[in-house]
């Protein structure tokens, strides 16, 4: 993620002799893929959470998948989930059979997937809600499970900004029924690849521990440890395993992981600090507490201000900035599909608005407050 020539990169990671001394050791184990490390590296982030049963994926992507086939997704259900989120939340859905119907988010302050909207958006072939805690906040759980509950369906969390993140005192991917998390270079918690999937539920758990390799009833790891000669295949399923190598940095990563979320923490704090009340700025979450994990720093750009422009005068800067995110019922995939009922254009006025002004700012573990009151220096600058 280094990239030297940005006085500011968007994101960077924070690596030291632990995560390189973990890579080394599993070079010298010799064993590369989803042994000993692996199960560590659950055993650790399911204590961190708080939460019965983690398994270690590939990614979040199959992490997600996982999550939907474990939910009874299956051809012809419709699936909710939010459009203000990366595509790989909406393709796990159809990669499982389901159909997304994509909700709207609750406000421009509060970009998160809208109860309400879910609310309006069920239909009797509502089969699962995806919700994602955008840059790291929290959804409204309460009101959004007590919707699920009724129509008994589960609600899954795209987790992947938010570990370490708390609502209501649970860590959030451990408030609904299955919780996913992203380790790309990225996210909090970083890894290069690797994902999790977390459930308090043994059933849940049992279907997507098989559907993680192949289907298979036991693993290789297994037979080497002499505890059987031979397998069943239960399911067509992928190979969605984490490798040795990967698990060994996010165990480094996981030991890390409150210290650099404060510092992402801080970092915000003082963007917000410096942007809230900016004439015209919209400041998402400048009012709500800080939920303990921050992943990416996002403003809206006042109606006037064309985004592009503004983007190139933070590059003349050497400030790296982006788009969180282009909203995914836009995308040419998403609008060949025929979705929902009738195939209509969903209804995202919010969404698209949200979409069309946000500009995310440089966040990582390696900034300080003065380098985000510099930058918000240049972003005031800028506007004008
Ligand atoms: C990063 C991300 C994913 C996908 O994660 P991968 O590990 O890259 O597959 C899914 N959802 C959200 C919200 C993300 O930010």
């Not at 459009?83 to 509060?110: C, H, K, M, W």
């Not at 309460?142 to 699920?148: F, G, N, R, S, T």
């Not at 165990?251 to 992981?257: D, I, M, N, P, V």
């Amino acid at each position: 993620m280094t990239q030297s020539q940005w006085r500011y990169p968007l994101s960077d990671v924070s690596f030291d002799e632990r995560e390189a001394q973990a890579v080394v050791d599993v070079i010298r184990s010799g064993w590369l893929s989803m042994g000993p490390r692996t199960a560590e590296f659950e055993t650790r982030l399911a204590e961190y959470l708080g939460v019965r049963y983690a398994l270690a994926t590939s990614n979040c992507t199959t992490a997600l998948h996982l999550a939907i086939l474990a939910a009874g997704v299956g051809p012809g259900d419709e699936v909710i989930v939010p459009s203000l989120t990366f595509v790989a939340t909406a393709n796990a859905i159809l990669y499982g059979g389901g159909a997304p119907v994509f909700a709207d988010i609750e406000s421009l302050e509060r970009p998160l997937t809208s109860a309400a909207d879910i609310a309006r958006k069920m239909t009797p072939r509502t089969s699962c809600v995806v919700v994602v805690h955008y840059a790291g906040y929290p959804c409204d759980m309460e009101a959004i499970l007590a919707l699920a509950r009724e129509r008994r369906i589960a609600v899954v969390e795209d987790a992947a900004h938010a570990i370490g993140s708390r609502y209501r005192g649970k860590a959030c991917g451990t408030v609904g029924a299955v919780g996913c998390y992203s380790f790309f270079g990225n996210k909090n918690l970083a890894a290069g690849e690797g994902g999790a999937v977390v459930t308090d539920d043994a059933r849940l758990f049992d279907h997507m521990k098989t559907r993680r390799s192949h289907g298979m009833t036991t693993l290789t790891w297994d037979r080497f440890k002499g505890h059987s000669f031979s397998y069943d295949v239960l399911a067509l399923v992928y190979n969605y395993r984490m490798p040795e190598l990967t698990a060994a940095v996010a165990t480094a990563q996981l030991a890390k992981l409150d210290s650099l979320n404060a510092r992402r923490s801080e970092v915000a704090r003082a963007y917000l600090g410096e942007l809230a009340g900016v004439d015209g700025l919209v400041v998402p979450f400048a009012r709500e507490p800080a939920p303990g994990a921050v992943h990416v720093m996002p403003v809206l750009l006042p109606p006037g201000v064309e985004r592009a422009g503004f983007m190139e005068r933070l590059k003349a800067e050497g400030i790296q900035s982006s788009i969180h995110y282009p909203p995914v019922h836009r995308f040419s995939h998403y609008r060949s599909l025929t979705l929902g009922p009738a195939g209509r254009e969903p209804s995202l006025p919010l969404t698209e608005e949200y979409a069309r002004r946000v500009v995310t700012l440089p966040l990582h573990p390696k900034m300080t407050a003065e380098d985000a009151r510099d930058i918000a220096d240049v972003v005031k600058r800028s506007l004008g």
